[in-house]
């Protein structure tokens, strides 16, 4: 986890939070996956991969085809 410098540091109740409501949206999002038909390991690639992307800050890929 990157600080900025301007901010002051985390503290460990702090971090110990952020990690749990981590926890739980990945469990959500996962549980949610599996109910529209994907496979329990199938649905956490999907989420893991979603937070990947989301913490590079890379755009997402645009759908092959015409139009914007």
Known sequence: ???NPVTKP???K???EIKKLM????KKAKHQLQEQGY???EA???VNSAL?????NRPM???AGRGG
Not at 23 to 26: E, L, P
Not at 52 to 56: K, L, P, T, V, Y
């Open 23 to 26: 926890k739980r949206a990945k």
């Open 10 to 12: 985390l503290t460990f």
């Open 52 to 56: 990947d992307r989301i913490a590079s």
């Open 14 to 16: 702090e971090q110990w």
């Open 1 to 3: 986890m990157e600080q």
């Open 61 to 63: 890929k645009k759908a």
């Open 44 to 46: 956490s690639q999907k």
């Open 39 to 41: 496979g329990r390991r």
